[in-house]
T-cell receptor, first 110, second 114 residues
Framework: EDQVTQSPEALRLQEGESSSLNCSYT??????LFWYRQDPGKGPEFLFT?????EEKEKERLKATLTKKESFLHITAPKPEDSATYLC???????????WGAGTKLIIKP | DGGITQSPKYLFRKEGQNVTLSCEQN?????MYWYRQDPGQGLRLIYY???????QKGDIAEGYSVSREKKESFPLTVTSAQKNPTAFYLC?????????????FGQGTRLTVV
């Protein structure tokens, strides 16, 4: 069964404490791996798309990486404004539909 | 500013009532989507449309209906047949018909059954 699993469900960090969020996927023929940020009561906002293992993309304090089984969202020296739920999703070769993970809620304490 | 507008932000439905959620985009995107978001679960696809006057069922279409009479508009009706409609509903659009591209989301509508 095609599946996307995110861990941990929630992560609390002190401001400046770097860490990583995990997105593991079991899909038949990965087409693309997407990361989104969602603030409470709002719609998700696009961050990155990764298409092949070994690819990396960066934006400010965030860096997304991709292997053949999982993707990581690394956050370096986070600030309180980085607090949000981070969602990942994958598309497959077979039907191009998006499969979403349940998200990781990140809380950065000042 | 270009974007997706969902309305209303909050909606209350009585038992046995149909309600319609509005979604409008001015991004000139071909594809539009409706998702449902419940706590602790990933987004689930209700319906999607890749072109005007055409739409397809997603994973959880039962109890919902849509129309796509204009490129800019993709309203979702939650019918009385949907037994558990309380959720956060998200509308999205993308430039290309494939879901393998960046999606732009509206701010969501929170529907509550009273």
């Amino acid at each position: 069964e095609d599946q996307v699993t995110q861990s941990p469900e929630a992560l609390r960090l002190q401001e400046g404490e770097s860490s990583s969020l995990n997105c593991s996927y079991t899909v038949s023929g990965l087409r693309g791996l997407f990361w989104y940020r969602q603030d409470p009561g709002k719609g998700p906002e696009f961050l990155f798309t990764l298409y092949s293992a070994g690819e990396e993309k960066e934006k400010e304090r965030l860096k997304a990486t991709l292997t053949k089984k999982e993707s990581f969202l690394h956050i370096t020296a986070p600030k309180p404004e980085d607090s949000a739920t981070y969602l990942c999703a994958a598309t497959m070769d077979s039907n191009y539909q998006l499969i979403w993970g349940a998200g990781t809620k990140l809380i950065i304490k000042p | 500013d270009g974007g997706i507008t969902q309305s209303p932000k909050y909606l209350f439905r009585k038992e046995g009532q149909n309600v319609t959620l509005s979604c409008e985009q001015n991004l000139n995107h071909d594809a539009m989507y409706w998702y449902r978001q419940d706590p602790g679960q990933g987004l689930r696809l209700i319906y999607y449309s890749q072109i005007v006057n055409d739409f397809q069922k997603g994973d959880i279409a039962e109890g919902y209906s849509v129309s796509r009479e204009k490129k800019e508009s993709f309203p979702l009706t939650v019918t009385s047949a949907q037994k558990n409609p309380t959720a956060f509903y998200l509308c999205a659009s993308s430039r290309h018909k494939s879901m393998n591209t960046e999606a732009f989301f509206g701010q969501g509508t929170r529907l509550t059954v009273v």
